[in-house]
């Protein structure tokens, strides 16, 4: 299990520094997460597509998925004036959301 118990600021940063070792751009192709415009009071946001999750989460691809999206993302949640974080649950073959598990370790892994 990928949660412990350090402060989510540390695992974050932890999570960053092991995903500038690792080659993710399998990850980045699978656009499940994407980093978009600017909502109306000008916060980034950040699309989450279930659609394209599944098939990574399926292929038990979970934690290189959280590792891209904590190097993905760090410099957006480092940015002042936080973040929207959109998810789209749609187009899925299994039409199951992720589970709770991976929910909680997504929201750790951006600190």
Known sequence: MLLCAI???SLHV???RRA???DLADMALARAICVGGRDFVGRRVVTIVAAHL???LR???EQRM???AA???APVVAAPGGYALVYFHAGGVFAAPP???????LHAALG
């Open 7 to 9: 402060s989510p600021c």
């Open 14 to 16: 932890s999570l960053v």
């Open 20 to 22: 500038q070792q690792l």
């Open 54 to 56: 599944e098939p990574v």
């Open 59 to 61: 292929a038990g691809d």
């Open 66 to 68: 959280l590792l891209h």
């Open 71 to 73: 190097a993905e993302l």
């Open 99 to 105: 589970s709770l598990q991976f929910v909680r370790q």
